[in-house]
Each structure stands twice: as structure tokens, then as C-alpha cells.
């Protein structure tokens, strides 16, 4: 009995850091797409003037990217 509540701790514990550390990088991942996003809506006319679409383009695919991959971690 003593055993499997030790296994069953230490379990716990392994699982949960591991689970906190992918979650935190999702969230991370999150908050930098909304940012860029944000960014990129109020300065419309600034990126229309200079024709950076394809950049803001590229920018936010990679940045979607890598929120599908921490996605699918989690």
C-alpha cells in the first residue's frame, strides 16, 4: 500500500511539471499570435503604405504554426 502511494506521488509530481512546462509554452505561444495579430490590425495603413503584407503574411503563418504545435503537445 505504502508503495503504490509513493509510485503514485511520484507520478503525479513527474506528470504535472511536464504538464505545467507544455501548457505555459502554449499559452506563450498564444499571447504572442494575439499580439501580432493586434499589432498588424492597428497599424493596417502603415503596412498597406510600406507593402509589407507578404511580411505580415509570413510573419503570422509561422506564428500559427507554432501555436498548432504546441496544440498538439498539450
Known amino acids: ?6 509510485l503514485y506521488t511520484y507520478f503525479s509530481k513527474t506528470f504535472s511539471a ?3 512546462v507544455q501548457i ?3 499559452k506563450d505561444a498564444e499571447k504572442k499570435t494575439e499580439f ?3 499589432e498588424s490590425i ?3 495603413e502603415t ?3 510600406f507593402t509589407n503584407e507578404k511580411y505580415e503574411e509570413t510573419r503570422f503563418k509561422k506564428l500559427l504554426a507554432n ?3 504546441c496544440a498538439n503537445v498539450v
Do not use: D
Open 1 to 6: 500500500m505504502i508503495f503504490t502511494l509513493g
Open 18 to 20: 511536464k504538464r505545467r
Open 24 to 26: 505555459r509554452e502554449r
Open 36 to 38: 501580432t495579430l493586434n
Open 42 to 44: 492597428m497599424n493596417y
Open 47 to 49: 503596412v498597406k503604405a
Open 67 to 69: 501555436l498548432r504545435q
